[in-house]
T-cell receptor, first 114, second 113 residues
Framework: DQQVKQNSPSLSVQEGRISILNCDYTNSMFDYFLWYKKYPAEGPTFLISISSIKDKNEDGRFTVFLNKSAKHLSLHIVPSQPGDSAVYFCAASVGQTGANNLFFGTGTRLTVIP | DAGITQSPRHKVTETGTPVTLRCHQTENHRYMYWYRQDPGHGLRLIHYSYGVKDTDKGEVSDGYSVSRSKTEDFLLTLESATSSQTSVYFC????????????FGPGTRLLVL
């Protein structure tokens, strides 16, 4: 069973608008969450993370929101740019030092239309 | 970019044959990982290494073995490939177990006929 779920396989957004990518998790032990971005023919690259002691983390155009009671997190990209077109994976672990036990979602393909 | 290479980048093989994928790093990072990516599953950890000759199983280790005889090389072996092992395989490295420090290679696309 997928412990981390991304229910939207794809999302299209106009350039300059907000992109919102969603992620749900089922394991209440998860307390650290990461987003990765993946371009075709490349490996994923780390984008942003959040600990369960926070409900928001911001880095430039990227903000991640965490709703622990709903077991839900979202990634907001504002404003969206064509270069943001990629597949985005959310991942979760127990503890910040859980890279050997990361659980990934299935990914959401974001297309930003110029 | 972190110095990670994977070889081969593409491979087609037949069911029952052994296959070895190689991950090579130039960063001297302690931790190395093998993942597979499949539609409907995202990335799943196969095995990881926490030092030379030190390895442990991940979520989907059945049918796979690994070896790390040098810091820079982490080998993934499919002893007898099956069609269910058709996938894209990613190697990753990290200096710590903090997820943000994990860097991924470009991937190997394996097709088992």
């Amino acid at each position: 069973d997928q412990q981390v779920k991304q229910n939207s396989p794809s999302l299209s957004v106009q350039e300059g608008r907000i992109s919102i990518l969603n992620c749900d998790y089922t394991n209440s032990m998860f307390d650290y969450f990461l987003w990765y971005k993946k371009y075709p023919a490349e490996g994923p690259t780390f984008l942003i993370s959040i600990s369960s002691i926070k409900d928001k983390n911001e880095d430039g155009r990227f903000t991640v929101f965490l709703n622990k009671s709903a077991k839900h997190l979202s990634l907001h990209i504002v404003p969206s740019q064509p270069g943001d077109s990629a597949v985005y994976f959310c991942a979760a672990s127990v503890g910040q030092t859980g890279a050997n036990n990361l659980f990934f979602g299935t990914g959401t393909r974001l297309t930003v239309i110029p | 970019d972190a110095g990670i290479t994977q070889s081969p980048r593409h491979k087609v093989t037949e069911t029952g044959t052994p296959v070895t994928l190689r991950c090579h790093q130039t960063e001297n990072h302690r931790y190395m990982y093998w993942y597979r990516q499949d539609p409907g599953h995202g990335l799943r950890l196969i095995h990881y290494s926490y030092g030379v000759k030190d390895t442990d199983k991940g979520e989907v280790s059945d049918g796979y073995s690994v070896s790390r005889s040098k810091t820079e090389d982490f080998l993934l072996t499919l002893e007898s490939a099956t069609s269910s092992q058709t996938s894209v395989y990613f190697c990753a490295i990290s200096p710590t177990l903090v997820g943000e420090t994990q860097y991924f290679g470009p991937g190997t696309r394996l097709l088992v006929l």
